[in-house]
């Protein structure tokens, strides 16, 4: 009785890989190998698994037992153990533009008067003034309407709470803790990732089931 057992290759897909337009994606893109030996894990990273066409779209989606039969062609002889998500999202796009700096500008300029816009009109939908002033008239006992010596540290205050709040001064991060904004663009990313692999993957079950039919 042969109680040997098959060779295992341990497979973990990535989330998502970019590609140039008709561009081919290997194994070694879309996955982290191993393999019984390092020849074979080079043979297998280097195996075609699609080939872009200009009228495939800007978005494809591999799915696992796509990769196990292209496996098992290559090497019939490996047990392939998969970890990870099911699907790999691939994303087409051009070489990525150098960024215009009067756009740029332009950006940066309408975010920072948009932010300055809106935390005036918060401050005028609570009374910000009067509630400074009777602050004022409580601690000192006199009335002012101009009370910039409690004003102006609270403004400065505002500026490096949101500094503290997002954990950046520019390019410097004072800490390794991700701030709020890199959670919700992560959390909205991933989102956008799980709703285009659903469609993608639906779009892909309607075309086999219309060649199902027209075979039948």
């Not at 393999?35 to 990273?45: G, S």
């Not at 910039?148 to 400065?156: I, M, N, R, T």
């Not at 709703?195 to 089931?209: C, F, L, P, S, T």
Request: aromatic content about 8%.
């Amino acid at each position: 009785m042969d109680t040997t057992q098959p060779s295992a290759l341990y497979l973990r897909l990535k989330k998502k890989v970019n590609i140039r337009p008709e561009r081919s994606v290997t194994l070694g893109q879309v996955s982290r190998l191993l393999a019984p030996n390092e020849e074979l894990e080079q043979q297998l990273n280097e195996l075609v698994l699609y080939r872009h066409h200009k009228g495939d779209g800007n978005r494809v989606v591999i799915d696992l037992l796509q990769i196990v039969r292209v496996i098992r062609e290559a090497a019939p002889e490996l047990s392939v153990e998969a970890y990870g998500d099911p699907q790999v999202l691939i994303m087409i796009s051009p070489k990525p533009q150098k960024p215009r700096i009067v756009v740029l500008i332009f950006a940066w300029l309408l975010l920072f008067f948009g932010a300055g816009l809106a935390i005036m009109n918060f401050h005028t939908d609570v009374s910000m003034k009067e509630v400074h002033i009777r602050i004022v008239e409580l601690l000192t006992g006199e009335r002012s309407e101009h009370p910039l010596w409690f004003q102006v540290p609270y403004s400065l205050g505002i500026g490096l709470g949101m500094i503290l709040f997002f954990n950046h001064l520019f390019k410097k991060r004072f800490n390794e803790e991700p701030n709020p904004l890199e959670v919700e663009l992560y959390t909205y990313q991933e989102n956008v990732n799980a709703y285009v692999i659903a469609d993608e993957m639906r779009k892909k079950n309607n075309q086999h089931g219309e060649r199902g039919n027209d075979d039948g």
